[in-house]
């Protein structure tokens, strides 16, 4: 009986080459984050289908402020569609939309997938996490809240017969667009990544950021409807009625389909909301994301 013969074979290094690049620490860290958040927001790297809301958002946001443009260069000031004070009110169905399509894009898949833990073991912490997607989703409402009336700005500017006259009669309301578009865009970024956190599938997020809204505004207008005392409470169930009550306290400039305008509320209080709402939203995210494991 012959012996069988011995297997022949090879032996490979395969080990794993040591980095020796640059190390960006934290803030590499954060900046990777945001980076990735702003493409998420406006689906890059993602089907053409992932782009056609946020884009479609965008388009539409800005759609009004091309035709409040057209219509002064034909017209001139006879006709006013929008002005800087209502242009947010105006377009205001189309943040939460926005914000309850984009915003469980950016949390809901990495707690549904337990990839935190490793966002979590180092430099990163917590704070740092949230911090950067807040900021992710409020530089993609940026180009609803901001992108759009700057549009009108520049629009009037140009549309005036002396440029530089025009500008001279803009510039002073360039405060209030940039005030009122952070404002508008930290909020309910702070808002809708709250809600979204909780969830455990982006349908489920988006369906609950929606909720608050439509059913938010839907309570506003009853009690709006009501009068009396009910006019002053109508505001406070609304946050886009919120928003606009401090944007009118900071910056002046009423709007008429806003129930703002038929309240007789202290203007300060509808700040005090606002603070209360941010506050809320992030103690709900700092609760949620110290639950997690490293």
């Known amino acids: 009986m012959t012996a069988s013969p011995e297997a022949a074979g090879t032996i490979y290094d395969i080990g794993f080459r040591h980095y020796d690049g ?26 053409g289908r992932a782009k056609i809301l946020p884009w479609g958002a965008v388009v539409l946001a800005m759609l009004p402020a ?32 926005f914000v309850a399509a984009q915003a469980p894009e950016l949390v809901v898949n990495d707690m549904r997938h337990h990839v935190l833990p490793l966002y ?24 609803l809240t901001l992108g759009p009336v700057l549009l009108l700005f520049l629009g009037r500017i140009l549309a005036a017969d002396d440029v530089v006259v ?24 702070s808002i809708g990544l709250a809600i ?25 207008g009853i009690l709006a409807e009501q009068g009396g005392a009910l006019l002053d409470v109508a505001p406070f169930t609304n946050p886009l009625a919120v928003l606009d009550g401090v944007r009118e306290w900071l910056f002046g400039g009423r709007v008429a389909d806003s129930p703002v ?24 995210l700092a609760l949620r994301y110290r639950s997690v494991t490293t």
């Open 22 to 47: 640059p190390r960006l620490g934290r803030r590499g860290a954060i900046a990777a984050i945001v980076g990735a958040g702003v493409r998420a927001v406006f689906g890059f790297g993602r089907s």
């Open 66 to 97: 091309g035709v409040a443009v057209a219509i002064r260069v034909l017209a001139g000031d006879l006709v006013e569609l929008y002005n800087y004070e209502n242009y947010l009110w105006g377009i205001g169905a189309l943040l939460p939309i």
């Open 120 to 143: 979590f073991s180092r430099p990163l912490s917590r704070l740092d996490y949230v911090a950067a997607k807040l900021a992710a989703l409020a530089l993609g409402l940026l180009s």
């Open 166 to 189: 025009g500008i001279g009669d803009e510039v002073a309301a360039l405060p209030a667009i940039v005030g009122s578009g952070l404002l508008h865009a930290a909020v309910l970024a």
């Open 196 to 220: 979204s956190s909780l969830a455990g599938r982006r349908a489920y997020a988006a369906g609950a950021v929606l909720a608050v809204f439509l059913v938010g505004g839907v309570v506003s």
């Open 261 to 284: 305008g038929s309240s007789s509320v202290p203007p300060p209080l509808y700040a005090v909301a606002a603070l209360l709402l941010t506050a809320a939203s992030w103690t709900t």
